[in-house]
């Protein structure tokens, strides 16, 4: 049996895995891979692997950098099931029918360029038909249930505690009179994240394949983030300015919302004027409402008040026209918007207005690659080019890593531990954070690799 390091290896985007045995391969994630523009086309379309040569794919959630590029499949031809929780599965029909969109508009926009060049048209990297396709394979399970590939070959999907449906796979695998058990453990959760329950440990591995993106970081206590973000918004608008909030549709916008709902509640903040601004956002947060028993005990004592009415300070922005009013408005207002890392999305336009304002508040609430518009307004760097245009850096900068859905150096140490893993790969994280984890899981006696992208290990 072989482990396929396609993906996603050295760095927090494009994961792909891909686990052979028994005569059968399966998938595990087929993200999208995000950073400079020419590299990701190029990454993205041309998939280092043999479509026709996949079997089944596992799920592991609905982020993009882990399911985006599903649609790719389906434009070479792929039409086996694609397992995931049935969350995940809810979920990734609104990312990906969105991704598509993006791809399209992407594609049409590089077009009206080119067309002056009188170059080829550029093809957008999969369309919306692809992605209504792949949508289309899906195969929702549960947690705790096991799907087979072979009688010897089978995956049992448990919560990853990292976002909405997220989970972590144990394969189980008997070959060669061989038994083998792998756990795959990316995206990783925390313990005591406010909406969903603590990360499952698997255990008894002979091999545990783990993330390592904050492989030397350490996050403040998830329960300090909304005290952080409280004290933002006060100063900001005592000097009358915006919070801007780059944030994934998915799951930091309603961890967000409940957090701000939480302070109102609690007294701890004036009601205040709060906009999601972000169709996709919206229809995320609709499905926390559908998939109500997915979420974690403590939320749903307190949820019950939280529930679907959404109280009067709280906006969700829809039409074009409203999101122009609210990015030309002056007025002090807490801004929600996607995308996370601002390569997309309605952020732009908010940023594009206020990004040079000394009033206004920029915070980060999740990772920022490298490469992204959200890393170099993160570092500071000079040359911030929004749709073209160059901006000087005015506004605040703040970073709330309290509010990451990753696990920590020290939970990710914990994790490697319980597993009492024979073997331990360290994947998705960029050099840095991934060598830093290596030596610290080495220094407690564990046997660590750490593969390279496109690296088969045989076991
Ligand atoms: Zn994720």
Redesign the pocket.
């Given at each position: 049996m072989r482990l396929h390091f396609v993906g996603g290896i050295d760095t927090v985007t494009g994961s792909q895995h891909i686990i052979e045995a028994n005569g059968k391969r399966v998938l595990r994630d087929c993200g999208l891979f995000q950073g400079r523009r020419k590299e990701a086309a190029a990454r993205n379309r041309d998939l280092n692997f043999d479509v026709d040569s996949i079997d089944a794919v596992v799920l592991s959630?609905a982020?993009v950098?882990?399911c985006g590029n599903l649609p790719t499949l389906t434009r070479f031809g792929y039409d086996n099931p694609v397992y995931a929780t049935s969350a995940t599965e809810a979920l990734c029909e609104i990312m990906l029918r969105d991704a598509a969109h993006i791809q399209e508009q992407d594609a049409a926009y590089l077009n009206q360029k080119t067309n002056r060049k009188g170059l080829d048209p550029i093809v957008p990297l999969y369309t919306t038909e692809d992605a209504e396709a792949i949508i289309g394979c899906f195969q929702g399970v549960e947690y705790g249930a096991t799907v087979g590939f072979t009688k010897d070959f089978s995956a049992r999907f448990e919560d990853a505690g990292?976002?909405l449906g997220?989970s972590v796979t144990v394969f189980n695998i008997h070959e060669n009179g061989r038994a083998f058990k792998i756990g795959y453990a990316l995206?990783l959760g925390r313990r005591d994240l406010p909406l969903i329950r603590d990360p499952y440990i698997m255990q008894n591995l002979d091999v545990l394949v783990m993330e390592s993106t904050y492989g030397s970081r350490k996050h403040g206590d998830a329960n300090n983030a909304s005290e952080q973000l409280r004290e933002i918004i006060v100063k900001t608008f005592e000097r009358g300015g915006k919070v801007l909030i780059p944030s994934f549709a998915l799951e930091r916008t309603q961890e967000i919302l409940y957090d701000l709902y939480s302070l109102v509640e609690e007294k701890k903040l004036e009601p205040l004027p709060v906009y999601v601004d972000s169709p996709m956002a919206n229809a995320v947060t609709r499905v926390f409402f559908e998939k109500w028993d997915y979420l974690d005990e403590h939320f749903m004592k307190r949820g019950k008040r939280y529930g679907p009415n959404i109280p009067h300070w709280m906006h969700f922005v829809s039409g074009v026209q409203e999101s122009k009013n609210l990015t030309a408005s002056k007025e002090p207002a807490v801004v929600i918007a996607a995308s996370g890392m601002c390569e997309h999305g309605r952020i732009l336009h908010h940023l594009k207005h206020g990004i040079e304002d000394p009033k206004n508040s920029i915070v980060f609430v999740g990772y920022q690659a490298a490469h992204t518009l959200g890393r170099r307004i993160l570092e500071k760097q000079k040359d911030i080019r929004i749709f073209g245009d160059e901006f000087q850096l005015g506004a605040e900068i703040h970073v709330a890593n309290a509010f990451s859905?990753h696990a920590d150096r020290d939970d990710l140490i914990e994790y490697a531990l319980e597993s009492k893993a024979d073997k331990i790969f360290l994947v998705h994280g960029e050099e840095k954070e991934r060598e830093a984890l290596a030596k610290t899981l080495r220094n407690e006696k564990l046997n660590v690799f750490t593969p390279t992208a496109g690296e088969v290990v045989e076991l």
């Open positions: 959630h982020h950098d882990h990292h976002i997220s995206d859905a």
